[in-house]
Nanobody, 123 residues
Framework: QVQVVESGGGFVQPGGSLKLSCVAS????????MGWYRQAPGKQRELVAA????????YYADSVKGRFTISRDTAKHTVYLQMNSLVPEDTAVYYC????????????????WGQGTQVTVSS
């Protein structure tokens, strides 16, 4: 049962910005930290950013530190990912979901994913 809906992707030139949104069900939003993940062509899904339930603890992958900002709006059950200074290597399908901690769950073990939103960075 899919419990998240991602939006906000698109085509952008290098150096540009996009803001992704993810509306999650109350059942996962209120109980779990949330994460943004991405899967580039030919690569495994990876965790990009994560935020704790209360928002006080935030994680970023090294590849996006200083460029991406994750945030959450409790009233709207929504998680955001502001992406700045985009580079072609950021091209991927972006997914949001509850925070997962093992590579196994992120890449294959956890099955309840949404459709994701495509981000393409190209000149």
């Amino acid at each position: 049962q899919v419990q998240v809906v991602e939006s906000g992707g698109g085509f952008v030139q290098p150096g540009g910005s996009l803001k992704l949104s993810c509306v999650a069900s109350e059942s996962i939003f209120s109980l779990y930290g949330m994460g943004w993940y991405r899967q580039a062509p030919g690569k495994q899904r990876e965790l990009v950013a994560a935020i704790s339930v209360a928002g006080g603890s935030i994680y970023y992958a090294d590849s996006v530190k200083g460029r991406f900002t994750i945030s959450r709006d409790t009233a709207k059950h929504t998680v955001y990912l502001q992406m700045n200074s985009l580079v072609p290597e950021d091209t991927a399908v972006y997914y949001c979901n509850r925070r997962l901690y093992s590579d196994y769950d992120i890449t294959q073990g956890y099955k309840d994913w949404g459709q994701g939103t495509q981000v393409t960075v190209s000149s």
